[in-house]
C-alpha cells in the first residue's frame, strides 16, 4: 500500500519561497505519475501541479505557472514542490499523491496528512 508523507511547509513572508517533499513508500515510486494538490480553508482540494513517472513532463495550475516548479527524484522516491514568489493566496494545506497521469487526476492512493504553508501579507 502506497504511503505519502509530506514536508516543507511552514510560514513564509508574500514574495518568499518554501520547498516542499513528499516521500513515497509501499510501492514503486517511479511507475507514477505524481500530483501536488491543495486545500484552503472553507474550499475543496484542487490541483497545484503534476509529473510524469520519468520527470519530463509537468503540468501546472495556471495560478502557479511561472511560480511554481515541480520535480522528482527517483532515486530517493520522492517529489518536490518548489515555490517561490508566493502569495497569501497561497495559503493551504498541501498534498501529494500518485496519479493516473499528468492529466487525469484521479488519485491511486489514500491521502497523506499534508504540508500546511503559510503566506502572510
Known amino acids: 500500500q502506497v504511503q505519502l508523507v509530506e514536508s516543507g511547509g511552514g510560514l513564509v513572508q508574500a514574495g518568499g519561497s518554501l520547498r516542499l517533499s513528499c516521500k513515497v513508500s509501499?510501492?514503486?515510486?517511479?511507475?507514477?505519475?505524481m500530483g501536488w494538490f491543495r486545500q484552503a480553508p472553507g474550499k475543496e482540494r484542487e490541483f497545484v501541479a503534476s509529473?510524469?513517472?520519468?520527470?519530463?513532463?509537468?503540468n501546472y495550475a495556471d495560478s502557479v505557472k511561472g511560480r511554481f516548479t515541480i520535480s522528482r527524484d527517483n532515486s530517493k522516491d520522492t517529489v518536490y514542490l518548489q515555490m517561490n514568489s508566493l502569495k497569501p493566496e497561497d495559503t493551504a494545506l498541501y498534498y501529494c499523491?500518485?496519479?493516473?497521469?499528468?492529466?487525469?487526476?484521479?488519485?491511486?492512493?489514500?491521502w497523506g496528512q499534508g504540508t500546511q504553508v503559510t503566506v502572510s501579507s
Open positions: 499523491n500518485a496519479i493516473v497521469t499528468i492529466t487525469t487526476l484521479r488519485n491511486l492512493a489514500s
Open positions: 509501499g510501492g514503486t515510486f517511479s511507475n507514477f505519475a
Open positions: 509529473i510524469n513517472w520519468s520527470g519530463h513532463r509537468t
